[in-house]
């Protein structure tokens, strides 16, 4: 179960990232009620500039991924496996959308698998990214899902069960 310390040294973390980086802003923690182990940690974009948000997001979202990434390395290292949180940082929506594009992709691609019976594979994924596509189809009845390769060449694989 994730609770409000857990939450808020994520939260505090994170601020501090920000305040090193030169960017002024709060960050308001979300628990995803479904999910004990989950937080989104939403950043304040309210005085922030337009650059200062792209510059967060990054190009195809890599400097985000990187703040996720640091946030639960850091945040996570002195804990056992078992009771590591994972969480999500969320900026201008970013999050969000990305999500809903990465569920219309896997809908597509879950389709092509299921009238062709060959698997599909997915390139050009975070590590988040597959983590997110992995959770969509864990329930599946008829696909599965795998990562292959190495980093940076990581793969999403999705097939028939």
Not at 117 to 144: M, P, T, V
Request: with cysteine; hydrophobic share 35%.
């Amino acid at each position: 179960m994730i609770d409000v310390e857990t939450i808020d040294l994520g939260k505090d973390w994170l601020e501090e990232l920000l305040y090193l980086m030169g960017i002024d802003a709060l960050v308001s923690p979300l628990k995803i009620e479904e999910d004990d182990r989950s937080c989104w940690l939403v950043i304040d974009k309210t005085n922030l500039t337009p650059k200062q948000i792209q510059i967060l997001i990054g190009e195809k979202g890599h400097a985000i991924d990187a703040i996720q990434y640091l946030t639960n390395t850091l945040v996570n290292m002195d804990c056992d496996r078992n009771s590591q949180k994972a969480y999500t940082v969320e900026i201008d929506g970013y999050r969000y959308q990305r999500q809903e594009e990465l569920f219309q992709m896997v809908e597509r691609v879950a389709q092509q698998v299921r009238s062709t019976g060959k698997e599909k594979e997915i390139k050009n994924l975070s590590s988040a990214e597959r983590r997110q596509i992995h959770s969509f189809l864990e329930n599946s009845k008829d696909l599965q899902t795998e990562s292959r390769g190495q980093e940076p060449d990581r793969r999403l694989i999705i097939r028939l069960r």
